[in-house]
């Protein structure tokens, strides 16, 4: 048997003895919305992100997957009609959430019929960092529905576009359409789905789910977390061991897993990684310049499927 083998079963065997006397942290369930009109649920911090936003259905739209590992980034993404949603779970509660710059990388692979400069002083915004500004209709509805905070800073000027005037924005697209009643000229481009093809993402993701089919079978997560030494020296390595399981107790695969190291000489450090097939996390972390004696608290939080749970663990530092 190997040693990673052998560790491993040590480890399910502690977790055994700890469910006996019944589960150690609560797992709570986080929201989630099933989308009809495409087929997708929107859950967890995305659901929590999405709510934030007074109009989302407007500037998102609805969702045109389900959450997904970018294979490339790693990250957790999920794609709506105008906007892709990036998760980095090493940032603190909050700010986890980001919209992708769609706008600025479609606008430099979509085709430009022509640019249009325009700007008064009266009727424009000009803002100096992009070297763009934003005018009548277009600054109206900026400022309507959020602003910078929603859209980002312009990153064009006004072009033409399969024969309409848009302007690009870090995060969207204006169309101008003016055959449209008064109030509804300026549209937002699909730009979550023009991204999805541009990448050459799977189309499958796009294939609609049953209501019931999220969370699936899991209804519950536990978060165990041991480290490998109750104690250590001042200057050493630590481990932490993280396993992550359902109801039944079986391991979760792919469950994100943030942890955050307390020191007690000041600050605090987010490591995050993805349990493997057996529900495991195996994180190290260089113990160096802490008082003696002092005790080394970790947090870890696990999210999964719209589920999360949360526990600690802690060692102590001596010579």
Not at 70 to 85: E, K, L, N
Not at 222 to 241: P, S
Not at 275 to 299: A, D, R
Request: aromatic share 16%; hydrophobic share 40%.
């Amino acid at each position: 048997m190997s040693k990673y083998a052998r560790l491993l079963g040590s480890l399910f065997l502690l977790v055994s003895l700890f469910s006996a006397a019944g589960p150690q942290v609560s797992a709570q369930g986080i929201s989630s919305q099933y989308f009809a009109d495409t087929g997708h649920n929107v859950s967890g911090d995305f659901w929590f992100f999405y709510q934030g936003i007074p109009n989302a259905q407007f500037v998102f739209g609805s969702p045109i997957t389900e959450q997904f590992t970018d294979p490339t980034s790693g990250r957790m993404v999920q794609y709506f009609q105008r906007a892709r949603f990036e998760y980095f779970p090493e940032r603190v509660a909050g700010q986890r959430v980001q919209v992708s710059p769609l706008g600025e990388y479609v606008s430099q692979r979509a085709p430009n019929e022509g640019q249009v400069n325009i700007f008064t002083p009266i009727g424009c915004r000009y803002y100096s960092d992009s070297g763009h500004s934003i005018c009548y209709a277009f600054l109206e509805f900026f400022d309507k529905n959020g602003g910078e905070a929603i859209f980002g800073k312009p990153k064009s000027s006004f072009v033409f576009y399969n024969g309409r005037i848009v302007q690009y924005f870090e995060r969207a697209r204006f169309e101008w359409y003016p055959e449209y009643p008064d109030g509804q000229r300026v549209a937002l481009a699909e730009l979550g789905r023009i991204y999805f093809d541009l990448a050459g993402e799977d189309p499958n993701l796009l294939q609609p789910v049953n209501a019931d089919a999220f969370p699936g079978s899991v209804t519950s997560v536990y978060a165990r977390a041991f480290t490998w030494k109750a104690v250590t020296r001042l200057d050493d390595t630590q481990t932490v061991y993280v396993i992550v399981q359902d109801q039944t107790l079986a391991p979760i695969p792919g469950a994100t897993t943030i942890l955050t190291v307390s020191w007690p000489g000041g600050g605090t450090q987010s490591l995050a990684d993805i349990t493997n097939e057996y529900g495991l996390v195996i994180l190290s972390l260089p113990v160096q310049g802490q008082p003696h004696g002092s005790l080394v608290t970790v947090t870890v939080e696990v999210l999964y499927q719209g589920w999360n749970s949360k526990t600690v663990t802690s060692f102590r530092i001596w010579q």
